[in-house]
């Protein structure tokens, strides 16, 4: 995978292209948002962006991104502009209008050029 390669991954995510950002993802993905979330499968993880991208405008920035043939590591400034109220997410309650900005740290593993394992982390608030 090349940079070029994650450049249009977060590309197709910031412009909500499910089926585009999801084609990165082996069918048995597995995906950690920290200690909040565990998600296995394409469609799932899928799934719960359509639900996260239904109340936010999310805009992924890489900062810094190391490769390897069988995985990759990302710094990424992610901003959170929520468009829609959403008062029960499970990460912060959020209304409409609210601005969060945070950095993380993503680790990647690859095989045959999709994501096989995913693990994330908030690195700091901004």
């Known amino acids: 995978m090349t940079?070029?390669?994650?450049?249009?991954?977060?590309?197709?995510?910031?412009?909500?292209?499910f089926d585009g950002f999801t084609s990165f993802y082996a069918d048995d993905v597995d995906?950690?948002?920290?200690?909040r979330m565990h998600i296995v499968g394409q469609e799932k993880i899928?799934?719960?962006?359509?639900?996260?991208?239904?109340?936010?405008?999310?805009?992924l920035t890489i900062l810094d991104l190391i490769l390897a043939d069988?995985?990759?590591?990302?710094r990424v400034h992610t901003r959170f502009e929520t468009i829609k109220d959403w008062p029960e997410f499970e990460m912060w309650p959020t209304k409409k209008g609210d601005v969060r900005e945070?950095?993380?740290?993503?680790?990647?593993?690859?095989?045959?050029?999709?994501?096989?394992h995913i693990k994330s982390a908030r690195f700091k608030e901004l």
């Open 102 to 116: 945070i950095e993380s740290i993503i680790l990647y593993r690859i095989a045959n050029g999709k994501f096989t």
């Open 3 to 17: 940079r070029e390669d994650f450049e249009r991954y977060i590309g197709a995510f910031n412009a909500n292209d």
């Open 31 to 35: 995906f950690q948002l920290g200690d």
């Open 46 to 59: 899928g799934e719960f962006y359509r639900g996260v991208k239904a109340h936010f405008e999310e805009t």
């Open 70 to 74: 069988d995985g990759a590591a990302l």
